[in-house]
């Protein structure tokens, strides 16, 4: 079966199999907070899992030690309630404006670089609207270790931390009601290539509960329940159609409040959320309108997904790099020799040992530096702890001003980030290392090249 054959199959076949598979339980809050019933295949690799068990696994799976895995559930729900306890009482929010404009975003390490709390995704588009409404920015937190750097920083009387917005008791009601209602186990049987498939299924909803893959979803669904309470007109969110903007958009269907999310960020067909099947456009939750960074994503998503509602091209608001007609000014490559490449890696981690491995194999202990720019959502303590024994010549750097890649590197290597485009504007050649998914990574590269 070649790649087209296989794509296809995972768009749609795949696709509408755990689109049948969600209906079981679609009553359920447990089910829309689901990372595998909401096709977080980057997340799951359940379409994975699955191929494998067809292909080369035995019917049986190993059943895991129950008593095991309950005892580090409780250890785990523990030091979660600890954390939300502490990040509560520490960035209390007791009530925001009536009727405001609530601007959903995430705690990302580079919006705590420099003296104050930045905004990533939405960036000057903020400063734009709360000139005319009253705004509220909420932040999720995507790492406690960030917190303890907002200590020294200034934040902006409308930024929040929306954890700040739950008490001790509602921290506590929710993780009972993670207990006691995020474990999602199908009883039907469902075929896959004609096998029995729902075990691996059960086996993936299993690792949603037990190492709260789930629990994102249940913690907005209450922050969700309190920003309610003061009716906000707008919530704009980052729309990446994950089982977490559920608990948003459940809570806000049959209000008055319009739900927008915003496409902030590329993606490939590997993100398999970003296109739901018919079976879902019936049945899910999807916000009042879409917008998007482009054109290109504007097409895909409308080509390639079933969304029952609005898709239209808005901005990049991430990219503030001039534009003439229409098009970016891109800069010319300079002729210098710095012997010096940059590899950015996508948010996918799971590739993160086979590329190091790979760019050793070609580029150790020579006279060329190779700098390491992981993704900004994983810690950069952690990962040079991880890849401590690199070659000489390896350097794992943090973030970068893109604007002076000119001046320090020959090339940028990349896979599925957005960084590739950043090099290219800035005139500095790029290559796309091919991992050899099944899928194209990000879609706007095939295009552009």
């Not at 199959?9 to 598979?21: A, T």
């Not at 993100?271 to 916000?287: G, H, M, R, V």
């Not at 940028?412 to 950043?422: A, K, L, M, Q, T």
Request: with cysteine.
């Amino acid at each position: 079966m070649n790649n087209n054959s296989k794509l296809n199959e995972y768009l749609i076949e795949y696709n509408e199999l755990l689109s049948k598979v969600a209906l079981e339980h679609k009553e359920k809050f447990g089910a829309l907070a689901s990372p595998s019933l909401n096709k977080q295949e980057t997340v799951t690799f359940l379409y994975q899992d699955l191929v494998n068990h067809i292909n080369n696994r035995p019917e049986k799976i190993k059943k895991p030690n129950l008593i095991l895995m309950h005892i580090k559930l409780i250890a785990k729900l523990g030091l979660m309630f600890r954390n939300l306890v502490i990040t509560s009482l520490r960035y209390r929010v007791k009530s925001i404006p009536e009727r405001c404009i609530y601007v959903n975003t995430w705690l990302l390490p580079r919006c705590v670089s420099g003296k104050t709390l930045k905004e990533e995704f939405f960036r000057e588009l903020i400063d734009d609207i709360k000139i005319k409404e009253e705004t509220i920015v909420g932040f999720q937190i995507t790492s406690y270790d960030i917190l303890e750097k907002l200590k020294k920083l200034e934040i902006p009387k409308n930024y929040i931390i929306s954890v700040g917005l739950l008490s001790i008791l509602d921290i506590l009601v929710m993780i009972f009601d993670y207990m006691k209602n995020a474990r999602i186990t199908l009883k039907k049987e469902y075929l896959y290539k004609g096998k029995n498939v729902t075990g691996i299924i059960n086996n993936s909803l299993e690792k949603d509960y037990f190492q709260l893959r789930s629990f994102p979803a249940f913690l907005k669904l209450y922050i969700a329940k309190k920003i309610k309470i003061f009716s906000p007109s707008i919530f704009l969110y980052v729309f990446e159609n994950q089982s977490l903007e559920n608990a948003y958009l459940s809570e806000f269907i049959m209000t008055k409040t319009k739900t927008i999310g915003y496409q902030s960020s590329g993606f490939s067909f590997r993100f398999l959320n970003f296109f739901p099947s018919k079976i879902d456009a019936e049945t899910s939750l999807f916000p009042n309108k879409i917008l998007t960074v482009g054109d290109i994503f504007t097409k895909t998503l409308k080509n390639y997904g079933h969304y029952p509602i609005p898709i239209q091209t808005f901005a990049a608001l991430r990219f503030n790099y001039l534009v003439s007609d229409g098009q970016y000014k891109v800069k010319k490559p300079v002729g210098k020799i710095y012997k010096r490449v940059l590899y950015a890696f996508a948010c996918h981690e799971y590739q993160y040992e086979k590329i190091i491995n790979d760019l050793v194999y070609v580029f150790g202990d020579i006279k060329i530096d190779i700098h390491l720019k992981f993704h900004p959502q994983y810690s950069l303590a952690v990962l040079k702890q991880k890849y401590c024994n690199l070659p000489e010549n390896f350097y794992i750097i943090g973030d970068i001003n893109a604007n002076n890649l000119q001046k320090k590197y020959d090339c940028v290597i990349f896979n599925d980030n957005s960084f590739g485009i950043e090099s290219l504007i800035n005139g500095v050649k790029s290559f796309e290392y091919d991992l050899e998914e099944i899928w194209d990574e990000r879609l706007i590269y095939k295009i552009i090249y």
